[in-house]
């Protein structure tokens, strides 16, 4: 199904397979064919009081892609992603997450049923609980996907026992992939910064979900931390086929590992498209250089 590389020494552009092993678990939750459309932001607006934080936002994501929404800070990122997560109701628009049997309408739903119909996120600043382990972490993910009454639960056995053996089957080929088995019974607020990020990826993608939503992974990291949680965003993309919506300031790894970018500035949607064209829009540049520098 899967074919894990466990790299070493890998760079943006340049990535080595050293080992490969098949997994028996598919850690995407789409059942769509690759290149279908996924997610559809439609003329999304927010506001908060007198400011406008989204205005008449459209974009389309489709399955098996990392999307990149970038943006000089207070474009817009964040609130735009809290409105596909259910954290946000827009005032305006629509958010449809399309899926293999049924569309959803994200733009009302709860977080806990967005979550359920397959969207998964990971935050700016950790949000992991400190004092249980990398595994505990991991298997909180999977709560979506349990189905015991409290009574078995409580005593842990029968379909309880059955169900948690079966969900740290697949946390610990999400385990694998990020290359975190040495950390598994440690507590996570006793591992280094860049670990507990690649741990909250592991949270986000032991959901199984249609639709990955990272929000600066790579925040706060050194050139090396970077450059792993780019190869791992990757292999979650390539070797998962999970659907990536990404924000993250770096215009060098955006640029890289992205197969689309779309640009926000003070709300709005000012480009879209590939990297390379982005890259040399007017108004991007505008945006992150000045009017001066565009001159």
């Known amino acids: 199904m899967l074919a894990s590389p466990h790299q070493q020494g890998a760079q943006h552009g340049c990535r080595r397979a050293v080992i490969t092993r098949a997994y028996r678990h598919d850690l995407n939750g789409s059942h769509l064919e690759p290149g279908a ?12 009081g007198g400011v406008r934080a989204l205005d008449d936002v459209s974009l389309d994501v489709v399955q098996g892609e990392i999307h990149a929404i970038i943006g000089p800070n207070g474009a817009g990122k964040t609130s735009l992603l809290n409105c596909i997560s259910g954290l946000y109701r827009p005032d305006g628009g629509r958010i449809i997450l399309h899926g293999g049997d049924a569309d959803h309408s994200l733009a009302r739903a709860r977080p806990s049923r967005i979550a359920r119909w397959g969207v998964a996120r990971s935050f700016q600043n950790i949000e992991l609980f400190r004092h249980l382990s990398v595994l505990d972490n991991l298997l909180l993910g999977r709560h979506v996907h349990m189905r015991h009454r409290l009574l078995p639960s409580l005593w842990y056995w029968g379909s309880a026992r059955r169900q948690e053996i079966a969900q740290r089957d697949l946390v610990e080929e999400v385990i694998d992939l990020l290359e975190i088995q040495a950390h598994r019974h440690k507590p996570v607020g006793s591992l280094a910064y860049g670990i507990q990020k690649r741990v909250e990826l592991g949270r986000a993608l032991a959901m199984q979900p249609a639709v990955l939503l990272l929000d600066e992974p790579m925040a706060g990291m050194n050139v090396e931390e970077k450059e792993d949680m780019a190869r791992y965003v990757l292999d979650v993309n390539e070797l998962a086929g999970v659907t990536v ?41 505008e945006a992150y250089l000045g009017q001066e520098h565009t001159a």
Not at 37 to 48: W, Y
Not at 253 to 281: E, K, T, Y
């Open 37 to 48: 459309p996924q997610l559809e932001v439609d003329r999304v607006s927010l506001t908060f």
């Open 245 to 285: 919506v990404l924000i993250e300031h770096d215009m060098e790894v955006v640029m890289d590992i992205s197969r689309r970018v779309s640009v926000l500035d003070f709300g709005l949607l000012i480009a879209s498209g590939p990297p390379d064209a982005v890259r040399q829009d007017e108004k991007v540049l």
